[in-house]
């Protein structure tokens, strides 16, 4: 900045002056040091007195090696860093993370973030909870959306935008909703009002509980026809690594049927196939040839007269995960091998998954008891059989005196 654009208005204070007009700008501006160098720094205040106090916290932040929150950063512009951060690691998560942004957006988006304070946060989480109807937001919704929020702080943090990160609180012990098991005999019902692609797709998922998009876009090269297993690779999960699972008879008839079909389908390399499968169609990038089908689900339900929606207390596809975790705990399988087939990251997603079939413990708890029983009389006959003789006791023989 030449001399002759800046008036002192005291030591290490100035103001700029417009080199087009000559007029001398309000706001002020400070000199410090940075890395060796003097700087000018705008202030952003014309009031001398506040100016002070910017330069103060920014030579004390400077001294300390603290970062300074960048001129101008809007809540916007870290948001845009936290999508940045999911594309370039590829995360599945990337869709659902894209609607909790555009949620922060409406609420927060046009804020500085240097003036952003928790009770902004607060009120926009009071906002929400007060919504009715189809718009309404449940806790847990919330929460996720100020997870996003407080990652995309922490992300401004760590490449210097921001000087600290504001506390984003979470709230208390959240009302979940719970997934639902689906018994066979509701399946059968609305299966019957399901188009017959969406129908194979959730046989194979309730065997599985493989999630929709991951399952959606399987293709046939990842099934190994002779070892009878299928390999997802590790881009098209979730927890980004390689996800195997063995098929066993029943879903070895599916996928042979499915194959077969594949075969007269050169040009779609998936396994399951949507209404629309022809050559040169557009694939979905995220369910596939299948495509979404959620208009087509929610019709079957209210043909098959039952509840459509999680929030109504309706059944939904990913309630097949639910399902596959209940029935394979409940007929014996582990939680390491459920954990494996299902894709899960620890065994504690599956028992938060498994609902607890309330016949098949019964069944177990009445052999648990049996076999106890079993066990129990078992013991009484060893114990009795190793008593020596002498201490059974016999009868007493009494002499007969003579008459």
Not at 42 to 69: C, F, H
Not at 283 to 297: E, H, I, L, P, S
Not at 383 to 398: D, F, G, M
Request: with cysteine.
């Amino acid at each position: 900045m030449a001399a002759k654009t800046i008036v002192q208005v005291e030591p290490g204070f100035y103001r700029r002056r417009n080199p087009k007009t000559g007029e001398l700008g309000e706001n002020l501006w400070f000199t410090m040091t940075r890395e060796s160098q003097t700087v000018f720094v705008s202030a952003k205040t014309p009031k001398i007195s506040d100016a002070r106090k910017v330069r103060a916290i920014a030579v004390a932040a400077t001294e300390q090696g603290t970062p300074l929150t960048r001129a101008r950063l809007l809540v916007n512009d870290i948001l845009d860093g936290v999508l940045r951060y999911h594309e370039k690691n590829r995360h599945a998560s990337l869709p659902t993370e894209r609607a909790k942004v555009t949620a922060l957006r409406a609420a927060l988006g046009t804020m500085p973030v240097k003036e952003l304070r928790t009770k902004h946060i607060e009120a926009m989480q009071v906002a929400w909870q007060k919504l009715d109807g189809k718009a309404a937001i449940t806790d847990v919704t919330i929460n996720r959306r100020c997870e996003t929020l407080r990652l995309a702080l922490n992300l401004a943090v760590k490449a210097g935008d921001v000087a600290r990160a504001v506390h984003v609180p979470m709230i208390k012990k959240p009302k979940s909703i719970r997934g639902k098991y689906i018994p066979g005999a509701a399946q059968a019902v609305f299966s019957e009002y399901l188009p017959d692609y969406v129908v194979t797709l959730l046989e194979f998922a309730r065997l599985f509980g493989t999630r929709k998009g991951q399952l959606s876009r399987t293709e046939r090269t990842w099934i190994n026809r002779e070892q009878r297993v299928l390999t997802w690779p590790p881009d098209e999960c979730k927890n980004d690594e390689p996800h195997e699972i063995v098929l066993d008879e029943r879903a070895w008839v599916i996928i042979e049927r499915l194959l077969a079909d594949g075969d007269q389908r050169p040009w779609c390399p998936f396994l399951f196939h949507g209404p629309h499968c022809h050559p040169g169609r557009k694939r979905n990038k995220k369910y596939g040839c299948v495509g979404d089908f959620k208009k087509a689900w929610a019709k079957a339900m209210a043909q098959a007269g039952m509840p459509v929606g999680r929030k109504a207390g309706g059944f939904t596809f990913h309630n097949s995960r639910n399902t596959f975790a209940t029935d394979f705990i409940a007929g014996g399988g582990t939680y390491e091998d459920a954990q494996i087939l299902g894709g899960w990251k620890t065994q504690h997603m599956v028992k938060h998954y498994n609902l607890r079939n309330r016949e098949a413990l019964r069944e177990r708890l009445e052999r648990a008891r049996i076999e106890g029983e079993r066990l129990a009389e078992l013991d009484a006959e060893r114990r009795n059989a190793s008593r020596p003789l002498h201490s059974i006791a016999t009868p007493k023989v009494v002499a007969l005196k003579p008459v």
